[in-house]
């Protein structure tokens, strides 16, 4: 088995403010996630991506950047947090039968 | 593109009822499709999968069937324990075998 590790847990940020978020995966898969998931809307796709040092927009990519600097580790940045939001960010990596494993989640707050 | 709907936002039931909860989606590939769970505080993970091939999956209880001719997908379970108390979501696999899109998710409350 595998597991996938997100930090931090918690992120409190400031209004404009730039924030990083973290994920690694011992999984030895390709291609990894960036979800984010707020009440109701179930999961929208950030970015990911198919091997080390690529990246593909997913439907909600505006406001963000990831990195992929090696296989096990997939990051993502919020360009300029907007006030009063509060999400889940989800990080997961896939094998290509389409399966994907999920990190426990970083929950984002804006002041 | 592809897409998923997911109309029961809640589901409330008793221990030992029978859970019935069905999606619609819109592709134009053969399609796979998924359940996935989320339990609170975790992320989702995979419940079942069902290709065009077998029509049918099964796992712990929980029995998922697709049909094509309605493009309706189903999860369903005989008899459901305080346990299964958790978010469901729809999915549907593309045709790359690289993205899932996501229904907007079933909140089951099962209550003692």
């Known amino acids: 088995g595998g597991i996938i590790t997100q930090t931090p847990k918690f992120l409190i940020g400031q209004e404009g403010q730039k924030l990083t978020l973290k994920c690694q995966q011992n999984f030895n898969h390709d291609t990894m996630y960036w979800y984010r998931q707020d009440s109701g809307k179930g999961l929208r796709l950030i970015y990911y991506s198919i091997t080390e040092n690529d990246l593909q927009k997913g439907d909600l990519s505006e406001g963000y950047d990831a990195s992929r600097e090696k296989k096990s580790s997939f990051s993502l940045t919020v360009t300029s947090a907007q006030k009063n939001e509060m999400a889940v960010f989800l990080c997961?990596?896939?094998?290509?039968?389409?399966?994907?494993?999920f990190g426990p989640g970083t929950r984002l707050t804006v002041l | 593109g592809d897409s998923v709907t997911q109309m029961q936002g809640q589901v409330t039931l008793s221990e030992d009822d029978f859970l019935f909860i069905n999606c619609t989606y819109s592709t134009t590939w053969y399609p796979t499709l998924f359940w996935y769970v989320q339990y609170p505080g975790e992320g989702p993970q995979l419940l079942l999968k069902v290709t065009t091939a077998n029509n049918k999956g099964i796992s712990r209880g929980f029995e998922a069937t697709y049909d094509k001719g309605t493009t309706s997908f189903h999860l369903q379970k005989a008899s459901v324990q305080e346990s299964d108390s958790a978010v469901y979501y729809c999915v549907l696999g593309d045709s790359g075998y690289n993205k899932l899109t996501f229904g907007k998710g079933t909140v089951l409350l099962v209550s003692p």
């Open positions: 997961a990596s896939g094998d290509r039968a389409h399966e994907q494993y």
